[in-house]
């Protein structure tokens, strides 16, 4: 079976700094796109950033020229670097792969279980 782990989130000020993390583990033959997903209290989940398996990038445009995404393709690993972050970006994050588990399958959506971002004086 495949997991996705967040960590990384937790309380920051106005204009501070955040990394998330997100590890793939489990049955994993390749995988596709990576991304992360946010959702505020009351609010749909939304779209922050994706990374493609060859590193192409998509940002929402709250996140452009302030969030990052990365991939470390070797450790099934996606980061979210977040600066200048705003009480607006406050909520939780979600880590979300499109995973092909073995060969001869198709690929799957799978999600993370969310980390808290928090951002406040």
């Known amino acids: 079976q495949v997991q996705l782990v967040e960590s990384g989130g937790g309380l920051v000020q106005p204009g501070g700094s955040l990394r998330l993390s997100c590890a793939a583990s489990?049955?994993?033959?390749?995988?596709?796109?990576m991304g992360w997903y946010r959702q505020a209290p009351g609010n749909q989940r939304e779209l922050v950033a994706t990374i493609t398996s060859g590193g192409v990038t998509n940002y929402a445009d709250s996140a452009k020229g302030r969030f990052t995404i990365s991939r470390d393709n070797d450790r099934n690993t996606v980061y979210l670097q977040m600066t200048s972050l705003k009480p607006e970006d406050t909520a939780v994050y979600y880590c979300?792969?499109?995973?092909?588990?073995?060969?001869?399958?198709?690929?799957?959506?799978?999600w993370g279980q969310g980390t808290q971002v928090t951002v406040s004086s």
């Open positions: 979300t792969a499109e995973i092909r588990p073995r060969r001869f399958t198709g690929n799957r959506d799978y």
């Open positions: 489990g049955i994993i033959f390749s995988i596709n796109t």
